[in-house]
């Protein structure tokens, strides 16, 4: 497993933007595929966005056209950019790298929309 540590999140009026970050201490960052998901109070977690080794990303319905997961493989830190955020958008944002069969995640960071 690698450490995640996720910055980036806090207060945000709708319809404003948020850009996530997740530092990872993976020392071959290229080979993880690597997601965001969230949780919401009383709600399961979601997976949100993945990008896989090659580049290729897909988004849950909810966020398609309005968040991007990126990477910087030099960096091994994974992105989410969250625009035209909307109060059902608050939650809390995890990261998570994957290989093979095993899930390293990061503590989470509180995104607040407010109306």
């Known amino acids: 497993q690698v450490q995640l540590v996720e910055s980036g999140g806090g207060l945000v009026q709708t319809g404003g933007s948020l850009r996530l970050s997740c530092a990872t201490s993976a020392n071959i960052f290229d080979i993880y595929i690597l997601n965001w998901y969230r949780q919401a109070p009383g709600k399961q977690r979601e997976l949100l966005a993945t990008?896989?080794?090659?580049?290729?990303?897909h988004y849950a319905d909810s966020v398609k056209g309005r968040f991007t997961i990126s990477r910087d493989n030099a960096k091994s830190t994974v992105y989410l950019q969250m625009n035209s955020l909307k109060p059902e958008d608050t939650a809390v944002y995890y990261c998570?790298?994957?290989?093979?069969?095993?899930?390293?995640w990061g503590q989470g960071t509180q995104v607040t929309v407010s109306s």
């Open positions: 990008i896989s080794t090659a580049g290729s990303t």
């Open positions: 998570n790298a994957r290989l093979r069969a095993i899930d390293s």
